[in-house]
């Protein structure tokens, strides 16, 4: 069954409890679908820490999100203060109105107008707010001070009943109700340390300085009959009403794909096993000046020149300075930013708190709905403890792998010989490089490494890491006699072995010209030999062949001296010599 559907139409889940949602970003993940509906709910903060806000955007996003129209009754503004204040945050309460869907009612109360005749009650209040709630058919309620309806009266034992019978009363007609209050003494969440027991919610907002660098909090500190986050939630009041950052509670839900994207470093590539998982996170991490920003905006690069939007935050730059020192390496980021592929966008750290970058991270995505993005550099925010800086990069991560998002990180390592980054979320991530810087021979030279890669059959193996005018690039890094050498050393080294190779090769030349020499020596040799045996086998078989003959001719001879002496005929010596 689909919850989200459940908690936007208000019906009951998980503990029973219908919720309302606010409409507050991340507030409703906070508290797993909004406000109980139908009960009260106070809000407790100090002066300036966004409880009327709180309350008036409950309203404004009830009436137009959630057609429910609402009250607000406050005790300390004017109705026309009230509309003034807001406006600067997008909400026109004049229009919701005029449209029949608020009613703003401020009343006002002092002490010296308050006449005890016997028990003190707020009838005149309630039915001044069920007037102005049957007007528009209210359904949410929001009462703004509570402590200044019950200052006045200077009895607890007062404040405690009419507080009672008037959350009985919201309750009784079905109101969602806000009521804000000032934060009490010391162990108190009120001033009176009574409403949040009566309160079936209670929400802590606070406003705190540290290290001149403001920062507000939020916290459920009570929700009767539902589960919802303990912890201390960071939130902002922007241009668009509130923004609560339930980091704690995101859960890891994002998908994955085998898809994988090329880093525009074919060696680097290949080094990954194919390039980076498509919505992975890489690190790239290493001491001042060893490449992380260079590598980073290749990335980056890269991912444009495919056609894919990308977005690229620095920290330490402004967007002209980091657009120009690329061009000195070959990357024209400028082509991309024309091409509105690409958005380069630069902020000191410490201009703005932690939640602060966030949810101007956050809007950017929205902006831009890039594919890659690369955050350069992720320690730098220093507003805050290096709990708070870790806890601030950790909610980045997650916001970007929600979205499917490629992220790229770059970090500062101040010891080269401690495989860790300044900000420690290496855990997170899913390819963590790092690049190393490494003196021999007079000179600093940088070494890539792979320190892991998630799903990827990665390479163990060091590369040499250059910055050339066609951008960073990965060599193959020689051992000679003393070890893995780099730079110079390895090019005197490559220089020297292309000699050798030279030379060998020469000498191979010469030996194969001097057996080309022998072999045509010795063809002719054979040559000669050959005539010689064939001359001797002619003159041989010429003797044969007279021998031959001189055989059959005295055979001949033989044979008719032998036929002469059988006819009895007597041959002469000399008839027979004449014969012959």
């Not at 908690?7 to 109980?36: C, E, H, M, N």
């Not at 690369?374 to 991560?397: F, I, N």
């Not at 900000?423 to 490089?433: E, G, I, M």
């Amino acid at each position: 069954m689909d919850t989200s559907t459940m908690r936007g139409s208000g019906s009951r889940f998980r503990g029973g409890v219908a919720k309302a949602p606010t409409g507050i970003r991340g507030f409703d993940q906070v508290t797993d679908g909004g406000l109980p509906r139908g009960r009260p709910t106070l809000v407790t903060g100090a002066s300036g820490s966004g409880k009327t806000l709180f309350g008036i955007e409950f309203l404004v996003r009830g009436a137009r999100e959630f057609a429910e129209p609402g009250v607000l009754m406050t005790f300390e503004e004017s109705a026309t203060d009230v509309v003034e204040n807001v406006a600067s945050l997008g909400f026109d309460l004049a229009q919701l109105e005029e449209d029949g869907l608020l009613v703003v009612d401020a009343v006002h109360v002092d002490s010296a107008e308050i006449v005890a005749a016997g028990a003190f009650d707020l009838d005149g209040v309630f039915i001044r707010l069920a007037s102005a709630v049957d007007e528009v058919g209210a359904k949410r309620v929001v009462l703004d001070t509570i402590e200044v309806l019950f200052g006045v009266l200077g009895n607890e034992a007062i404040v405690r009943g009419e507080l009672g019978r008037l959350f009985g009363w919201l309750k009784d007609r079905g109101l969602t109700a806000v009521v804000t209050g000032e934060r009490g003494k010391e162990g108190q969440l009120t001033r009176f340390g009574i409403e949040e027991y009566v309160s079936d919610c209670v929400i802590v907002l606070d406003h705190r300085v540290s290290e001149e660098i403001s920062t507000r909090r939020l916290r459920v500190a009570k929700y009767r009959g539902s589960e919802h986050g303990t912890n201390e939630y960071p939130f902002l009041i922007t241009n668009k009403g509130l923004t609560v950052l339930p980091i704690t509670s995101v859960g890891l839900s994002y998908g994955a794909t085998s898809e994988r994207f090329s880093t525009g470093m074919p060696q680097l590539d290949q080094m990954l096993g194919g390039g980076v998982f498509r919505g992975t996170t890489v690190m790239v991490t290493g001491g001042a000046g060893t490449g992380k920003t260079t590598l980073a905006a290749q990335m980056v690069d890269a991912a444009c020149g495919r056609g894919e939007r990308a977005l690229l935050v620095s920290f330490e730059e402004s967007p002209q300075q980091l657009i120009r020192n690329m061009g000195s390496v070959g990357l024209d980021l400028n082509r991309w930013v024309e091409a509105e592929l690409l958005q380069v966008w630069s902020e000191r750290a410490t201009s703005f708190g932690l939640e602060s970058h966030l949810v101007r991270l956050e809007q950017l995505l929205d902006d831009t709905e890039p594919t890659v993005v690369a955050l350069d550099a992720m320690a730098s925010p220093r507003a805050g403890s290096a709990y708070e800086v870790t806890a601030a990069v950790t909610r980045e991560l997650d916001l970007i792998k929600a979205r499917g998002i490629t992220g790229i990180l770059t970090g500062l390592t101040h010891d080269v010989e401690v495989e860790a980054s300044t900000v420690a979320v290496s855990s997170l991530v899913d390819t963590w490089l790092l690049v190393r810087n490494v003196e021999s021979d007079g000179e600093r030279n940088r070494l890539l490494f792979v320190i892991k890669s998630r799903g990827s059959e990665h390479s163990n193996q060091v590369r040499e890491f250059v910055l050339t005018r066609h951008g960073a690039q990965l060599v193959e890094v020689d051992a000679g006699p003393q070890g893995v050498v780099t730079g110079s050393a390895r090019v005197a080294l490559e220089t020297g072995r292309r000699e050798a190779q030279v030379r060998r090769h020469e000498d191979l030349a010469q030996r194969r010209a001097e057996l080309s020499r022998r072999s045509a020596e010795v063809d002719a040799q054979i040559a000669a030999l050959r005539t010689q045996f064939e001359q001797e086998t002619t003159a041989l078989e010429r003797e044969i062949a007279q021998e031959s003959h001189h055989d059959e001719q005295g055979t001949k001879a033989r044979r008719e001296l032998s036929e002469a002496r059988t006819d009895g005929a007597t041959v002469q010596p000399d008839q027979l010599e004449a014969q012959r």
